[in-house]
């Protein structure tokens, strides 16, 4: 009862921390037809800095980790990939006016991770002293790609199946056999993660402390709010489109992220027990299993579902499953973790 | 002096512009310019301005200048029938003249 | 398999575009596509490149496709009727063609 | 005579400030030709963030203020939009080979409002410690939308007038009506307004302070050099269509700007009378006055009187109006403030 | 009312941008546009996207709409003898139709 | 021997440095074929600050500096000028395969100077104290104008003899007469000069102490940071180009940075000798020899030298000359300094 008290102040109070309420006002903005926008080289910009930010904390820190520690975490990353992906395409395919493709792509968008949301995420912990894992930046790319990957397989097996029943001949240019490697490789290389992973080499190689403290560090919560303004005229702007395919989906993309939370949190949960996993570790496994990929996983899915819908998935990851992620998810596992551990 | 040849102007969005330019090159186009831009079509609005957080989906323009008429239709073809089945774009062909025919 | 069309390139400054966006929606085209650039004109000159104080300035040219020449026409006339007879900006139509006609 | 000299070594010591110093190297570096050239997308982020600055420093302050003071000022802000835009028209139209459309559109934007000079000046009265009302940002809007609104109003009562006197009939497609409340909203939508509106919502809603002391406040005094940079030499590249139209606008941009800060600084010093308003609130209520819209005006004006020559109205705003506000008026305004009151 | 025209589109590199608006301009050109993109020619490839330190080697192009065929044939013929000799760049011509001929 | 292994854990330990770091991170990434990129907006705004903030400071130290101290090393930087150039242009014609227009314009570009190298070594100097005069980015384009005027006039007198070789009539068109004031004017009004000209005046006339401390100065580090990603990222892929030139484009690029800089280096010690030019300045010199330009170099070169094979200047200066010039150069030079003086 305490809890759910003091949940019920923080979620208020929540309204009022900065990256939730610029997130709020990028979308009251753009629900009042405000021409208010940013340029996309900024926004490209200021998703570079934020993600070299979290690398090179996190290589930092690994110097001096124990980094068997990660192994365990990062399995339950893969696994939550997998059951997301899975999960979501069972459950999403049973529903109706829902095509198994974009079922898939929705679910595979829903298990990718979110950077600007996880940067949220770490910001919130900072702000009240709850402490992680340096390594837990370095667990991203283990949920992202398992499940971007298992969507875009998923849904060419789907589409194989499809082709035959219809007694279709592929034709010759369709490549038949599905590769694994390549499309892995292909994630690696998108800028978001090419980004975090640059940070996180340059962390570990190099001494970057110097211009970690003059700027990296510095600029982190004002770019941050911008990429919430951001944020929010895209998912203000994007739910029209989802407006126009099924409801079905909106319903997905507000359960979805706090389901998959509590998924992940459970995981963290038995990490914890197991190997000392920290609770701040814990919540942020959790956001990033609650969180939907929105800057490589879009065109990652659109390259391997064309026959996707984007404006379902996109509409139901940006429009409705990140604002609930950062407005509910992450006030909500934080308060969990301070009560379960 | 002047030669006659086709422009070649395929709409699509950014994320398939790599497989449009690998036939291109296999049926032998010399060159090509890209231009971005926003665009509306049967799918959703592209916007051409404001920070898009999929800015893979922006809409490009190749042009491709080819002397051959032949060649044209075969890129055309190929196109129509590999890419623009299930993917968003169009494909449009006009005449145009050139100079220096050894460079299309 | 290859179907004439007529492609009506519309340039004007950006704080035009709404309405002719408009225009073009009335008259049922299916789709556009949207480049930004510079341009010199009558009025005053349109810089491409560096920051400009006012970007709504910036030229823009709309393409758009269709299947009727009647519908290019019309088009065009209101075009020049109703925007750019105070309006900076040209009309001008020339011959394509497209496949899948259905889309235009 | 004292105040003379003080005023004098005010102004020579002026071009040494910072933010002239920017605005007038910009100008130097334009005239020599230079290729100097700073990317639109970093204007429009560097507006934003000053204007974001202004508004949540607005917000913050007002959460504490008593905003009945507001409505005097408020009041008089809307008076002298009104004042400018008639009182220039008037003026403008008498002179010889100005078209009315062109006389109204010039009037509108001097009466309408500059965020980089708005940004000038409080950053002049920080640094000189003079004081002034936190809501003073929250007038801005009052004047500008006054001024715009108002200018687009009389131009199409001009050509609705000059098509009756030429018999023509009005095209079918010409709206008969006007619709103020379209204009205003649309004034509202702009990115500018936008901007400031966001950041004043959200330093009163939400909880700023960490980002604005960590973002927002330490970059703005570089920010606004960059701006005053793009705006220098911005000033010097219109010039030159400057001078192809009437030589009268040259003449009513070196004037107005003074003229409307003098008004402006009387208003407000009626309401230092009637309600203790500061006279640092005075000195920015001269400047808003003074100031001529560079960012959301023009594109305004623009498509709300197509028939008008921008090269005139811009030219005389920017190449002259905003140069002599910020060389002269900052000043001299300020100076004035400290002898009267 | 409609009128036929032609129109000169001209690629090259932003580098070499001033001297063709100088040839434009000489030869009574009423206007232009200009468009960045990126491209590939025989020359290296001009990246359209990413941060590039050698902006000014981005293509461009520019689009001219002259009323006359003898003033487009003249211009194409000065620009490929004075320009296009020793730099990179392709020139086309193809048929448009406008209005208000005197604009152009 | 001493100096040998303190250089080689200096060189060791430079991979650790951040700016060599970031720089060979960017190479990095683009060899694994990553899409990441920094947009050419950013790059322009980031290029800007630096050469501003180089700027500035060099203008404020000036105002209390001895003038007459520049005069012999500014004549040095030109006499550099000439002689790597020259040099250049004769060691690169001898070799096979290689077309003069294409020794004289890489040569040209060797002679030039990269304002990116140069602030990284000015940072390095600040980083181990190592003291330099305030005037010493004054000395850029007295090098940089230099070279790459003497380029294009000896590619034209070269181009201009094969015409009358081969008998050719030129065309009309063609300007006869080489105008060399032009081609300096058109220099100085580059992007990259117009920066530091502009923040030279600005640190001269007016006093922007605080602008400086509240914004240059705390964002330099971190600008340089992202300015190596953006360099690491360009050399990797220039690369490809340089392949496909004759190979010894490559070796020249490799020689040329640490000769040029050993060159000037001994002209800088002269000048110690002579004017007392501190140990810091002879660096910053050997560094403006050793670099060669990246942002204004390449296009005046081809505007000016439009036969020469822009892979082949541009690929050996950005792929190989800068990254050795940094790698190498900036500790070599310094470690020197500490020993000779
Ligand atoms: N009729 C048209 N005219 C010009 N551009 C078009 C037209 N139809 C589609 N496009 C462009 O092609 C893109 C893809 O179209 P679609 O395949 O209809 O989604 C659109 O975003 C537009 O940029
Ligand atoms: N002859 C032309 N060829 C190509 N573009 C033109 C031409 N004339 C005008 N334009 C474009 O149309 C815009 C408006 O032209 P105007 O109405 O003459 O001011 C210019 O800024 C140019 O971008
Ligand atoms: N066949 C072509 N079709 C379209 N654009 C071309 C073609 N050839 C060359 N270009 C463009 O013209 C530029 C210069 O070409 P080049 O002179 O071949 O280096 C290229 O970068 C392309 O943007
Ligand atoms: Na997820
Ligand atoms: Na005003
Ligand atoms: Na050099």
Request: aromatic share 8%; net charge neutral.
């Amino acid at each position: 009862m305490d809890t759910l008290v003091s949940f019920g102040q923080l979620f208020l109070g929540g309204f009022q921390t900065p990256t939730l309420g610029f997130l709020l006002g990028g979308m009251f903005m753009a629900a009042m037809g405000s021409r208010l926008s940013i340029p996309d080289q900024v926004y490209k910009f200021i998703v570079f800095v934020l993600l070299m930010k979290i690398g090179l904390r996190g290589g930092m820190e690994i110097r001096n980790a124990n980094l068997a520690e990660l192994l365990l975490p990062a399995f339950f990353a893969v696994l939550i990939g997998i059951i997301i992906v899975y999960g979501g395409k069972v459950a999403l395919s049973k529903l109706p006016g829902i095509r198994p493709v974009d079922a898939i792509a929705t679910a595979g968008l829903f298990g990718a991770v979110s950077a600007s949301t996880f940067a949220a995420a770490m910001l919130h912990l900072d702000d009240i002293g709850m402490e992680y894992e340096a390594w837990v930046s370095a667990l991203y790319p283990f949920m992202d790609i398992t499940a971007l990957v298992l969507a875009i397989v998923l849904a060419r097996l789907v589409t194989q199946k499809e082709d035959k029943a219809n007694d279709k001949e592929a034709p010759k240019h369709k490549r038949k056999d599905i590769n694994i490697q390549a499309i892995v490789v292909d994630s690696l290389r998108g800028s978001a993660l090419s980004a975090l992973i640059l940070g996180l080499l340059l962390g570990l190689l190099t001494k970057p402390e110097p211009v970690y403290e003059s700027f990296y560090n510095p600029v982190f919560r004002g770019f941050l709010s911008i990429l919430m303004v951001i944020m929010g005229i895209e998912a203000w702007q994007r739910l029209s489109e989802l407006r126009r395919v099924a409801h079905w989906y909106a319903v997905y993309a507000v359960i979805a992220p706090l389901m998959h939370g509590a998924i992940a949190f459970g995981f963290g949960a038995i990490a914890h027990h197991l190997t000392g996993f920290s609770p701040g570790g814990v919540v942020l496994l959790a956001i990033l299993a609650a969180s939907s990929s929105d800057i490589s996983g879009p065109p990652t899915l659109r390259a391997g579902i064309p026959t996707a819908n984007p404006s379902a998935f996109i509409g139901s990851s940006t429009s409705i499953g990140t604002p609930i992620c950062i407005a509910i998810g992450i006030p909500l596992f934080t308060e969990l973790a301070k009560v379960v551990f | 002096m002047k030669h006659k040849a086709t422009l070649l102007s395929i709409m699509t969005e950014k994320v398939f512009e790599e497989n449009i330019l690998e036939v291109l090159e296999q049926e032998g186009a010399k060159g090509y310019t890209i231009f971005e831009g926003g665009g509306n079509g049967s799918f959703h609005l592209h916007p051409a301005q404001h920070a898009s957080m999929v800015d893979e989906f922006r809409i490009v323009k190749i042009e491709v200048i080819v002397l051959s008429t032949d060649t044209a239709n075969k890129i055309a073809k190929r196109l129509m029938e590999e890419c623009f089945n299930e993917q968003p774009g169009i494909v449009s062909l006009s005449d145009v003249q050139i100079f220096r025919a050894q460079k299309f």
